[in-house]
């Protein structure tokens, strides 16, 4: 199993671009979620997903869409980038119930000029 | 929502000696409470849990401890080694919700 992947591993964008950032996993879990993590701030909820067509918004969704079509793919889509998007993003997956080890992937590491 | 505060930020100690971080959580519908450990890079990697029906976990090296009166949780990790050098990250999570709520997270320095 290649568990939870994620890519790109970097990227660079200019204020205003959009982009998908991609998490697919193969261990036919339930729960996905996507995280961003700053220096000193730890890891904050974007959105979750409890199912295919299920999502839900997390502690800082704002500026982030997302959906989920099928159980092993869960993009997230920043719109419009701004500068406060830099961070590193990481995916995840959890069987449901939710309350159990999350899995991350490698993350995304985004710059945004 | 559930709002999780982690101490210290940083830590270091000798190798060989034992380190202790503790967080504390506010909502009491919290019962699950995972620690996870970040290598410089890398993602985050579960090494223990602890569910609130228990007040003591331990896997070798590393223990937790819950107080669900006190609303708070410590990781316990005796004779550091140098490999343990990361930053760890506490979480609460509730079977009645679907979030996981993460402390700021302590950068564990383990000087040989």
């Known amino acids: 199993n290649a568990g939870v992947t994620q890519t790109p591993k970097f990227q660079v964008l200019k204020t205003g671009q959009s982009m998908t950032l991609q998490c697919a996993q193969d261990m036919n879990h339930e729960y996905m979620s996507w995280y961003r993590q700053d220096p000193g701030m730890g890891l904050r909820l974007i959105h979750y997903?409890?199912?295919?067509?299920?999502?839900d918004q997390g502690e800082v969704p704002n500026g982030y869409n997302v959906s989920r079509s099928t159980t092993e793919d869960f993009p997230l889509r920043l719109l419009s980038a701004a500068p406060s998007q830099t961070s590193v993003y990481f995916c995840?997956?959890?069987?449901?119930?939710?309350?159990?080890?999350?899995?991350f992937g490698p993350g995304t590491r985004l710059t945004v000029l | 929502g559930e709002n999780v505060e982690q101490h210290p930020s940083t830590l270091s100690v000798q190798e060989g000696d034992s380190a202790v971080i503790k967080c504390t959580y506010s909502?009491?519908?919290?019962?699950?409470f995972p620690w996870y450990k970040q290598e410089l890079g890398k993602r985050p990697q579960l090494i223990i849990d602890i569910r609130s029906n228990v007040g003591e976990k331990k896997d070798q090296r590393i223990a937790v401890t819950l107080n669900k009166t006190a609303k708070h949780f410590s990781l316990h990790i005796t004779e550091t080694q140098p490999e343990d050098s990361a930053v760890y990250f506490c979480a609460a999570a509730s079977n009645t919700g679907n979030q996981f709520y993460f402390g700021t997270g302590t950068s564990l320095t383990v000087i040989p």
């Open positions: 909502d009491s519908a919290s019962n699950y």
């Open positions: 995840a997956s959890t069987p449901v119930p939710s309350y159990n080890e999350q899995f």
């Open positions: 997903s409890v199912g295919a067509g299920i999502t």
